[in-house]
């Protein structure tokens, strides 16, 4: 679908993607980009059992990931460097 869009990069849902669905996406010469919501969000969303930083510290450290954004840099920063260590 992304091939036949023509798009050059695509914006991903966290849990919304598997690893090998990202590695295939870059087969195709596409970039992906995720956006994290705030800390505290995210920290609302893990005690409902749902493991975000895991699932995409698991993305960055397969570098699934090109580009992650988000609201607190400081918490994208050191997520990147937990995950890349």
């Known amino acids: ?3 036949r869009a023509g798009l050059d990069s695509v914006s ?3 849990g919304r993607f598997r690893v090998e669905d ?3 996406i870059h087969s195709a010469g596409v970039a992906i980009r995720c956006h994290l919501r705030e800390p505290a969000k995210i920290a609302k969303i893990e005690r409902y059992g749902r493991d975000v930083r895991g699932y995409v510290g ?3 450290a397969e570098r699934v990931i090109n580009v992650l ?3 607190n840099v400081g918490y ?3 997520l990147v460097d937990e995950y890349t260590a």
């Open 12 to 14: 991903v849902e966290v």
């Open 1 to 3: 679908l992304v091939t």
């Open 58 to 60: 698991g993305l960055i």
């Open 22 to 24: 990202g590695h295939a």
């Open 76 to 78: 994208l920063f050191a």
């Open 69 to 71: 954004s988000g609201d």
